[in-house]
């Protein structure tokens, strides 16, 4: 098992996915190109919280695409059983967008064992083998091919994607500008200047638009306003 860790470049793999109804396979590398990327692990295919999270996914996708993020799930089965779940995740919400991602059918955890993200905690998950599934994981890749996020959510909890699609906001931004982002930022709210900008940096990349609270603590306003005013 690979610890994949913040910084590390995201491990290649060749894989088969189930995507628009189809079976293909893919270079995930090749796959990335130079977009920013979410790779999300399901335990399993027809499962209740899995399909409550794919079925959210679709829904909000729309929003991944505007940040220019791909998005690509995974479950531990083939792709014949992801084409036929598939069609209830669209019947979920059946008034919203279908899922138009790619999903890996990682039968054999190949996939799993190289991002470390087989189940240890929960005895039951697991298949007819006694082979653990997943639990949820998350991780948000750069253009570069690094990871920048890693979370993993127990197989009994759903995730917050808005949380993700957050977080996306607060890397793009930080990549874009020398900021950072406070504790529970949204995009649009007050920033804090990157502690390594100091003496007349300030004043260039933020003028007089600073609220020093601290020598160490100081706010700005999210510079992506400033440029769509």
């Known amino acids: 098992m690979v610890n994949v860790r913040l910084g590390d470049i995201a491990p290649n793999f060749q894989t088969t996915v189930s995507e628009n109804g189809q079976a293909k396979e893919i270079d995930f590398h090749e796959w990335l190109g130079g977009s920013w990327a979410i790779l999300f692990s399901h335990p399993d295919d027809y499962t209740p919280v899995c399909t409550t999270e794919l079925s959210a996914v679709a829904l909000s996708y729309a929003d991944f695409q505007s940040r220019g993020v791909k998005l690509i799930g995974l479950s531990a089965n083939n792709a014949d059983s992801h084409k036929g779940w598939i069609k209830d995740i669209d019947a979920l919400s059946p008034n919203g967008p279908n899922l138009e991602f790619p999903i890996i059918a990682d039968e054999d955890r190949k996939v799993a064992e190289l991002y470390g993200m087989l189940d240890h905690l929960d005895a039951t ?35 917050n994607f808005p949380e993700i699609l957050r977080v996306i906001d ?35 990349l933020f003028g007089d638009d600073v609220k020093t609270v601290y020598p160490y603590l100081r706010f700005t306003a999210d510079p992506s306003k400033k440029q769509t005013a």
């Open 170 to 204: 607060s890397l793009q931004l930080g990549d874009k500008y020398k900021i950072t982002t406070p504790a529970n930022w949204k995009k649009g709210d007050d920033v804090i200047v990157h502690p390594s900008v100091q003496g007349e940096k300030v004043k260039e």
């Open 125 to 159: 998950n697991v298949d007819k083998k006694g082979i653990p599934f997943t639990v949820r994981t998350v991780f948000i890749i750069d253009p570069e091919k690094k990871v920048r996020l890693t979370l993993a959510y127990p197989a009994s909890t759903g995730r």
